[in-house]
């Protein structure tokens, strides 16, 4: 049987790494694109942060902890590039934990009760709230290789 409490916290320690990482990066450094991507540090966290609030709550029928403005600077298919403001650093961080917190609280509430599946491009079928976090889990890996591999990127520079 799968345990929200482990997945969530594998989510808790996957955030936390990331937070440190922008609290001990440079300002600049987030923002950079590394040539021949499309994408930079903080966009990838975002994104991060985004997808997983859209396959839980958004999947879910409620209400999502970000902000319109959030969610369109990061969903997929967006990129820095189309950035009409600089997005706040802060608030980058602070939804990095407040949304796991927020999660473990309505997990524990049994606020996830109706769910829309949806295709993975991966070619898996998620088709609850459970299957969600751990398709996040494994999402928020990827792009936490990709982090890990433009900061290396971009501090040879």
């Known amino acids: ?13 996957s955030r936390t790494r990331l937070l440190q990482l922008i609290e001990t990066t440079d300002y600049e450094i987030l923002f950079k694109i590394p040539e021949g991507f499309n994408n930079n540090i903080i966009w990838q966290i975002g994104h991060c942060i985004t997808s997983q609030q ?4 958004m999947r879910s029928g409620l209400p999502m902890h970000i902000s319109e403005a959030f969610e369109e600077s990061f969903k997929i298919g967006s990129s820095p590039r189309s950035w009409k403001i600089m997005p706040n650093v802060n608030e980058v961080k602070d939804l990095l934990i407040d949304t796991v917190n927020q999660l473990e609280s309505d997990l524990e509430s049994k606020l996830f ?3 829309q599946p949806f295709e993975l491009p991966i070619g898996f079928q998620v088709k609850n709230h459970i299957e969600a976090l751990q398709a996040a889990n494994y999402h928020e890996a990827e792009h936490s290789g ?6 290396k990127l971009l501090l040879k520079e």
């Open 1 to 13: 049987m799968i345990s929200e409490r482990f997945e969530c916290e594998i989510l808790r320690a």
């Open 54 to 57: 859209r396959h839980m709550y």
């Open 113 to 115: 009760v109706n769910y």
């Open 146 to 151: 990709k982090v890990f591999t433009y900061l």
